[in-house]
């Protein structure tokens, strides 16, 4: 375990070991700027020597994985978890304004220069490359990197469906020679009803996977069912249960991959980039289970190094809620606020609390003082606390921080040649 210290400029140093850090702090000449992880800050001029330190980055769109090794020891790890709920808020807020535009705004001309702009990206994978970025400056501002390398991913989507494609094969999809997907589905089921087995009746193209859900339009999400059997599904009726591969976070890699390295080589000086079957290659014959923050730790190119017993966890959530009024008007027609108070008895909600000894986040609160906590696993610790009852431990700031302990670390006596 290591603390991460900064000099009187703020700028980063190499780490030390718990016990120096108090003795810095009880002789006053250092200061705590962070609790998690936890950083302090000299009060004196010290140059310090700095280690080529490596930081290795899997890139991922669910979850992230760091790593800043030098030769000899890890000095930090991490597993970064993303958020996943942007595109349905975003569907919720388009349902909202059109529904106000049909109904109350009628009479305002449409509006279209604010629509279809070159090089912009979908919000949801903006903020996956945006928190890729901020999470690695997060890490630059504590340890003094020298290289970063990164991990990147590139799929065929097309080939992860079949195969066996080769050639002419990719031009030739699973809808040629049909007039449209629907034909083609219908085509390809034979006419005949999924569920009950009918045939000669008026059929419809039903999707698996609903698209409010994030389901698409390919064959594969789609199946035949007659009109009486899709109107029973959708009512809840009858089930359809099928397996359906989803490829939404291959096709978010293959744009994270090169946005995020050209962003990387603008903020950074030395910026390298690997590939996975590299790192699965040197994890296997160093004998590390599979995880983030180990494929992080081979990524980082020092594989003497002695792994750290401590990983941090870090999950990016939503810092408001930017909806003014509640959708169904109560009773009269007036509107309720769908807000709350910001500030609650000098709490915010996802702020890191102690409570009866344990440490856990404000994930709900109420006008009257009293709030929901849940545990960083989201383990519900109290439906409802007073708030007198609570001592703040660190205010949010956009990120929950926590730390577990990890596996025993790898002994440093086995040597490992990676190849060239």
């Known amino acids: 375990m290591f603390v991460y210290v900064l000099n009187m400029h703020g700028e980063p140093l190499m780490p030390c070991k718990p016990r120096k850090a108090r003795i810095l702090l009880k002789e006053k000449k250092a200061k705590v700027v962070n609790r998690t992880p936890f950083t302090i800050q000299l009060l004196y ?10 930081l290795g980055v899997d890139a991922g769109s669910k979850y992230v994985g760091l790593s800043a090794t030098t030769t000899n020891k890890e000095l930090f790890k991490a597993t970064v978890e993303l958020r996943r709920d942007i595109p349905k808020l975003l569907e919720n807020r388009s349902i909202l304004r059109r529904n106000r535009r049909t109904r109350k705004l009628r009479y305002r001309p449409p509006r279209f ?4 702009k070159k090089g912009k990206l979908a919000p949801s994978i903006q903020h996956k490359i945006d928190c890729h970025l901020t999470i690695i400056k997060r890490v630059c ?6 290289n970063i390398i990164v991990e990147t991913a590139e799929f065929d989507t097309h080939k992860l469906k079949n195969p066996n494609v080769q050639g002419v094969e990719y031009q030739n999809g699973e809808g040629k020679d049909f007039y449209n997907v629907k034909q083609a589905v219908l085509s390809r089921d034979k006419y005949t009803c999924q569920i009950c087995g009918k045939k000669q009746v008026k059929f419809e193209a039903h999707h698996i996977i609903p698209k409010s859900q994030g389901g698409s339009n390919r064959m594969e999400n789609l199946t035949t069912l007659c009109s009486e059997c899709h109107h029973k599904v959708h009512n809840g009726e009858l089930k359809f249960n099928k397996k359906v591969t989803r490829f939404n976070h291959t096709s978010h890699m293959n744009i994270i991959r090169k946005r995020l390295m050209e962003l990387l080589k603008k903020e950074f000086d030395n910026v390298h980039e690997t590939f996975g079957y590299l790192t699965k290659y040197n994890r296997e014959k160093l004998g590390i289970p599979k995880s983030h923050c180990n ?11 002695e792994q750290s017993s401590i990983e941090y966890l870090f999950k990016k ?4 809620n930017r909806q003014i009024h509640k959708a169904k008007p109560s009773k009269g027609g007036k509107r309720r606020k769908n807000q709350s108070h910001y500030i609650i008895n000098d709490f915010r909600r996802y702020d890191k609390v102690m409570y009866n000894g344990i440490e856990c986040f404000i994930t709900g609160k109420r ?3 009293y709030f929901q906590l849940k545990s960083f696993d989201g383990t519900v610790i109290s439906q409802s606390t007073n708030s007198k009852k609570l001592k703040l431990l660190e205010p949010i700031k956009g990120w929950l921080v926590d730390w577990r302990w990890t596996i025993p670390p790898r002994p440093k006596e086995i040597k490992v040649s990676l190849p060239n």
């Open 367 to 369: 006008s009257n003082g």
């Open 113 to 116: 220069k604010n629509r279809g």
């Open 141 to 146: 501002n504590i340890i003094p990197i020298q």
């Open 45 to 54: 001029g010290s140059y310090g020597h700095k280690q080529p330190v490596n």
């Open 295 to 305: 494929d992080a730790f081979i990524i980082s190119h020092n594989p003497q190094a």
């Open 317 to 320: 959530v939503r810092r408001h």
